[in-house]
């Protein structure tokens, strides 16, 4: 018979030698929790260090402005329809070989990205490195749980977690030092030889769960991924091609809720569904699932606002933003730590609350951003965002997956994935949108007051009888209040994005706290 979770008393793990140990044993577990997290800092890597390499690869491929983005949203794209899958290639190949094989392709498709000589050629290799990148994010995180005892899940997923919230920080700092000091191609290249590394150590020692067989709902599996690629390919291309004025998104954003629904339905009615249904009876996961988006919403959001604020508006190298915004990731590790520690010590629920609120008073302290100011509030403000991002983020998981049964692990740890990518695409676009909205709204707004009478010593009628020095002044004087606009609608972004980090707080009491210590059962 299936196994099962159940809360075991405190007293009861003596009594029972099986409990405390692991699901799957390993020779060197800390060696190979190296090679896990290889994998994974390298995939998450990926999803924003070619970033900043876009202006680079135009020339080289051939590619306009309008077309090089989708060196981008093919990845993405990719990945999201390729993570619902994770849970049945797990059991049908072995968790093993398809981590193995997605890390290996994963190294082939980052190579032939960087041979590439037409935007088609990497278009095409990036679908191929997308789809091997959906399956490491979600085995990673279920070999992180299965090699450690369960007792020391927590600090599992901290550690875990340490490299999902590092990852993006650390992109656009790698992507620049690699893009200026050689060229864009080692964007791609530079996975080579960390992911040989990789693939050697969990060749030797990662250890497999039991093969199984499993039916796979093909139609369940064409539903979601038509509905998410739609809904992808929506928030991505909405901006540019301005939205619900164009026939295209239109189009993606009506095959994006056709299929959704045809999705749930399909779900609710198949005798085998893609999912088991019985992980959306678990409280918890769903309530993380929900979590997930608004912690997408609100995490990425202003890592994708800060290197175009501090590089176009305060004039900030490449180089230079992604040192400022390292001290995020310092934050980030340190109260991940500090997480793991107080799992078990202190309700979790309270861990993950007090996490928001630091959260949104870090995007508060954003909000007061000035073009007069030096760097120091952005590292401040950085550093204390980090230390909010760690306090969510890894106890949220934790609990995600405390009152889940053990088998239901890769399916749930894919959904979390799915969720969270959703939650930073739309996010990302959400705040484009209102940053593009916000700054003609400013613009007009601040423009109404440059006037004659506003300024003082300007005179319209003087500056009519200059020829090209009044076009220049006027120039001039249009880039300040562009400047000041553009300002504007960045603070107002971040003053969104702290509300909804303390909108989501009562959210947390409908997160459901384990009682004793939380085992996989198996009964026969």
Same mark, same amino acid.
């Given at each position: ?80 329809? *390729?993570?619902? +899958?994770?849970?049945?290639?797990? =059991? &049908?190949?072995? !968790?093993?070989?398809? #981590? ?126 038509? *509905?998410?690629? +739609?809904?992808?390919?929506?928030? =991505? &291309?909405?901006? !540019?091609?301005?939205? #619900? ?280």
């Amino acid at each position: 018979m299936a196994s099962r979770a159940m809360p075991i008393p405190s007293g009861a793990a003596a009594d029972d030698p099986s409990l405390g140990k692991p699901l799957l044993q390993t020779n060197n577990r800390g060696l190979l929790t190296i090679g896990i997290m290889g994998a994974m800092i390298m995939q998450i890597l990926d999803t924003t260090i070619a970033n900043v390499a876009l202006p680079h690869m135009m020339t080289s491929l051939g590619a306009t402005v309008d077309t090089v983005t989708w060196v981008l949203t093919s990845y993405i794209v990719a990945t999201a329809i *390729a993570l619902p +899958a994770t849970g049945w290639l797990s =059991d &049908r190949l072995g !968790s093993r070989n398809l #981590f193995l094989i997605a890390v290996a392709g994963f190294i082939v498709a980052s190579m032939l990205c960087g041979i590439a000589t037409s935007l088609e050629e990497m278009v095409v290799f990036r679908i191929f490195q997308g789809v091997f990148a959906a399956f490491i994010n979600p085995l990673s995180q279920t070999s992180m749980l299965d090699i450690n005892r369960p007792e020391n899940a927590a600090k599992a997923m901290s550690v875990w977690g340490m490299g999902v919230m590092v990852g993006p920080i650390m992109g656009p700092v790698l992507g620049g030092w690699l893009t200026e000091s050689y060229n864009w191609r080692w964007v791609f290249y530079v996975n080579v030889p960390v992911g040989a590394l990789t693939f050697a150590i969990l060749w030797f020692l990662l250890p497999s769960r039991p093969k199984a067989v499993r039916s796979f709902d093909f139609a369940g599996f064409i539903y979601l991924g038509v *509905a998410v690629a +739609a809904f992808q390919l929506m928030l =991505d &291309r909405g901006q !540019s091609e301005d939205w #619900f004025d164009s026939w295209e998104v239109i189009v993606e954003a009506l095959i994006a809720l056709a299929f959704t629904w045809l999705a749930v339905f399909h779900f609710v009615t198949a005798k085998k569904p893609l999912f088991d249904r019985a992980l959306f009876q678990n409280r918890n996961l769903v309530t993380a699932l929900l979590f997930m988006l608004v912690v997408g919403i609100s995490t990425m959001a202003p890592m994708a606002l800060l290197p175009p604020m501090l590089q176009n508006l305060f004039g900030y190298p490449v180089i230079d933003t992604g040192m400022m915004m390292a001290p995020r990731g310092v934050g980030v590790l340190f109260t991940m730590w500090l997480a793991g520690q107080m799992m078990g010590k202190v309700d979790t629920r309270i861990v993950i609350m007090v996490g928001l609120v630091i959260f949104g008073i870090s995007l508060r302290q954003m909000a007061g951003f000035s073009l007069e100011q030096d760097y120091w509030p952005v590292i401040t403000a950085g550093f204390v965002q980090g230390l909010g991002m760690g306090l969510v983020f890894m106890p949220l998981n934790a609990l995600a997956f405390a009152t889940l049964d053990g088998r239901y692990r890769t399916d749930g740890s894919s959904l979390l994935n799915l969720f969270r990518s959703i939650g930073q695409s739309a996010g990302i676009s959400m705040v484009t949108v209102l940053l593009a909205r916000n700054i003609q709204t400013s613009h007009a707004d601040l423009a109404q007051h440059v006037t004659r009478n506003a300024i003082a010593g300007f005179d319209v009628a003087q500056l009519s009888g200059l020829g090209s020095l009044a076009d220049a002044a006027m120039s001039m004087a249009d880039a300040m209040v562009n400047k000041q606009a553009a300002m504007i609608a960045y603070l107002d972004d971040f003053y969104l994005m702290s509300w909804i980090s303390f909108a989501a707080v009562p959210l947390v009491l409908l997160l459901q706290k384990p009682k004793g210590k939380v085992e996989v059962v198996h009964s026969e």
